[in-house]
């Protein structure tokens, strides 16, 4: 009985192994577009390229965008490319090599390779004519001004350099505190930029090394987002609170105000054009803001429940919602000519729309909205180009992301050929939307991964997103990161597991009050319930065996993995802990003085008791720890002091230590090994 169960039990899994495909190095190759942009008269267009850990320029123009590569990166080096940028005649493209703009310390250097010399963060300039590319300087955060220099931020203070590659960096000027934006007005004679002083924020303007700083209405607030009207006469910003409140209770949900201020350059009085509600909704202010004509403003907010785009009349004051609808908009870019934005957004007709991204578009002469796109795909990113044509990136749930330019006649796929020979294209599952309901009646939306065939009871796997303000979607992401983790989730379809990605409260794409709810994370992890519903909601299909559930996840979803596997050891018997947090308690520094928050032994416990690191005593499952020490966004000793723990504890583990890389791998090799460990650690435990 016994060889014949071993004999069984080995058989299983060896039609498992042997039905597979493809390896996690051939998904892992997908083609990956960053940095899309366009010059001024919208007939160029650049971005950057990943393949399989290379990252280059692409370039293309009218009437036939075709290719070329204006780069020659050819090593899998961590180096990634970023702010890529046409200069305003159009003749050269400026951009920065180096760094992780993705976290924390975003201009210190990246040696994923271990390298004995530190490679360099560098503003490169590429001449579109000769092809030639040339790094220029070290340095980080520029701005291209009108007259062709350019201005680049080094120890918080304005540098700047021309475009000649003889040329030396000279500082603009000195100031008390950290510049850390800037914004050139159209004549280019001016430099807006906001200063950090501590418990304020100024917005100043330089003219020249003979004239005096003028500072924009001074106040004891934080001034941020300085956009220049057409003609320069004015200048609009965003204010918000400066210094510290009082000690209000901390678990209790607040409004944060801010407010849009339209200043006269030539005497620095400003007044206020809007308010955002006295409302939590209100409280949330995003990225976008615009000064794009002398009539109005265009920004976004999250006052009516969704991430939206509104016009500010300049004269009347009145606020026009141009993107109604209970769908989310991102990814916003203004037209060079000032006429149209361009987003993405989770809308269509079909409820699965809301894992997916389309293109909208709004004329705001008109303020006339249409949707460009439409469909099953993925589109993102867009930008505008002449004759009211655009340019965006495109995938469906098989193809990875592509530079696809949209005219009347036709949308043309380019690079279509940088899909390697042996990506599994064609053997990719198409993942379906599915909801559950939470124990508190939320509904939660995910997507299932299942290869038709196999055995009639399968092992299951819960994957958990990071962020956590993400949307994991229907397709490949348009985020590498999640890229990465799609592949991942194929290449586990593909081994025999069927796989379910939840989108968990704290997520984007489902309106307000499933994005911001009350309690969540480190005040009570109230979003852990839709993890725990979510594997409940796997184990009870049919074709998936229910003692066999797996779960892993990254960051923030390392976190929730964590959690998972502290909590519930019975219904998650394996995961994956892959830089995830563990000790939530140091969210609330220890108070100075007098004056202490009437809740803060509450709110302290309450971190204490939603960290994964509070119930080590029910923690029963097999884990796997990942973690890279160069890690920006979360801290290696978040899994140090764990597996301190684990071994005080004298509990197993298994763990993979990467010495170089950061939080979002930025050596291919690095993130095909993690991939391929945690594959191997849940077919270990899950199917062998």
Known sequence: ?????????????????????????????????????????????????????KRNVYYAKVPDFTPVRLTAFDKDDG???????????GKHLVFVRGGDHGGGNASSTVNAENLPQLPKVEIWIIDIQSQKANPIVEGDDFKLSPTGEIHFLKGGQVWKISLSEEAKPSQVFQIKGNVNSMEFSPDGKSLAFTVNRGGHQLLGIYRNAETPIQFIAPSFHRYSQPKWSPDGSKIAFIKTLGGEGAAFPLLEPRHSPWEILHADVATGEAEMLWKAPETLRGSYRYFFFSYPNEKELVFESYHDGWQHLYSLDLQSKKETLLTPGDYMVE?????????????????????????????????LASKKLTWETQGEGIEAYPVALTDGNLAYFSATTQRPHLVTVKTAEQAQLLQEDLIPSDFPLAKLVTP????????????????????????????????????????????????DYYSNTYALNQYLAEMGFVVLSVNFRLGIGYGYEFHRPAYGYYQGAVEYQDIKAGGEFLADLPQVDREKIGIYGGSYGGYLTALALARDSDLFKVGVDIHGVHDLDGRYDLPEGYEVAPDYEKALETAWTSSPIADLDTWKSPVLFIHSDDDRNV??????????????????????????????WMKWENMIRVSKETATFLQKHLMN
């Open 79 to 89: 180096q990634e490319i970023s702010s890529l940028t046409f200069t305003q005649d």
């Open 331 to 363: 990814q916003i870019k203004l037209s060079p000519d000032g006429q149209r934005i361009l987003f993405s957004g989770n809308y269509g007709s079909d409820e699965a729309d809301k894992d997916r991204r389309h293109i909208g578009s709004v004329d």
């Open 1 to 53: 009985m016994k060889i014949r169960l071993l004999l069984l039990l080995f058989l299983s899994s060896y039609t498992l192994a042997l039905s597979q495909s493809f390896t996690m190095e051939q998904v892992g190759k997908f083609t990956f577009p960053t940095e899309l942009t366009a010059d001024q008269s919208g007939t160029q267009l650049a971005w950057a390229m990943y393949e399989q850990g």
């Open 635 to 664: 801290n290696i000793s978040q899994t140090t002091d764990l597996i301190r723990r684990f071994e005080e504890l004298k509990k197993p583990y298994e763990s993979i230590f990467i010495p170089g890389d950061t939080h979002h």
């Open 432 to 479: 379906k939307q599915v909801k559950f309901t939470a124990p508190d009646g939320t509904i939660v939306y995910g997507q299932l991964f299942e290869k038709e065939g196999g055995p009639n009871q399968k092992p299951g796997v819960v994957f958990v997103h990071g962020g956590p303000q993400r949307q994991m979607l229907l397709g490949w992401s348009y985020m």
